[in-house]
Every structure is written in C-alpha cells, then in structure tokens.
C-alpha cells in the first residue's frame, strides 16, 4: 500500500514511512500560499483553483493540497497497475526521476 500524506511542518518520519510528502502549486507553479514547501516536500502537484466535486452534490473550484494529492495518487496507481512489483521506495524514485522539474525554487512558508 502506498500512503500520500499532507505535511504542513516536518515530513521527514512521515517518508521514512513510506510515505509521499506533496505540496500545492498553482497553475503558474508558484507555491500556493497555504502549501508546506522547502526541502521536506518531494513532489509538488495543482492546487489552487481545481474544478471538483462538493458534498451535497455540485462543483466549485477549491484549493488545497487536498486538492493535490490526487494527482500524485493517480500517477502512483496507474504506475503500480503497469509495474506491480514495484516496491515504495521505486515508485518514489521513479516519480521523482520523471516528475518535470519546476524551474521555480519552492520555499516553506513561514507560519
């Protein structure tokens, strides 16, 4: 089982866990203002202004990295449905090989 967890301070423990630290960009891959950044985040995906649906039926847009972690869950699943042998510790790697680098430094957010 791969878990996605969102970190808002230290992410460190949470990927020695097998974990995937993920933070919010918007479409400009700016780091949204309420996302964790810095060196404890591996892989940053859209956040801000996501079309998606809401309780009680309907859609809006929303922001989050609740927003985000989808994105990386599908590519993990679709990358695990293609190579099923692949351990945690290979899907990080292979996400953070393939993943398109952002030009753009990501800096935690004060807070």
Not at 5 to 14: A, E, G, T, V
Not at 45 to 54: D, E, H, L
Request: net charge neutral.
């Amino acid at each position: 089982m791969i878990s996605l967890f969102i970190c808002y301070k230290s992410c460190r423990q949470i990927s020695d866990l097998g974990a995937i630290a993920i933070g919010a960009v918007d479409k400009s891959n700016n780091l949204a203002s309420f996302s964790t950044g810095g060196s404890d985040i591996e892989l940053v995906a859209p956040g801000v202004n996501i079309w998606s649906s809401v309780s009680g039926g309907g859609f809006s847009n929303l922001d989050g990295t609740s927003m985000s972690t989808p994105h990386v869950a599908g590519v993990v699943a679709l990358l695990k449905e293609n190579n099923p042998s692949l351990s945690v510790n290979e899907l990080r790697a292979k996400l953070q090989r393939d993943a398109i680098v952002n030009t753009k430094k990501i800096k935690a957010v004060d807070g």
